[in-house]
């Protein structure tokens, strides 16, 4: 009866592990993957320590770092690019 229990218990135990599992891998963070080798990475890196991919760069205006993707700084707006006047 006891072996029952204990039965029981390490299925219901294995369920919920499973269900966090699941709900853990679910999560897809387009935001911190690298665009090229889709490796993790954090969110202040530069440069992709797996493929070397630039992944950010300063904004020439108000030197954050914005992605590389993004044509316009999200900071200040910068386009990134000097226009030769
Ligand atoms: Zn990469
Ligand atoms: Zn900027």
Excluded: Y
Aim: hydrophobic share 35%; aromatic share 4%; glycine share 4%.
């Amino acid at each position: 009866m006891i072996l029952l229990l204990l039965l029981t218990l390490a299925l219901l135990l294995w369920m919920i592990q499973r269900e966090l599992d699941s709900t853990a891998r679910e999560v897809p963070m387009p935001e911190d993957q690298c665009a090229n080798c889709h490796a993790p990475i954090d969110i202040d890196w530069m440069v992709c320590p797996h493929c070397q991919q630039r992944l950010r760069e300063s904004c020439p205006c108000c030197h954050k770092g914005k992605k590389i993707s993004h044509p316009h700084c999200p900071f200040c707006g910068n386009t990134g690019k000097e226009r030769a006047a």
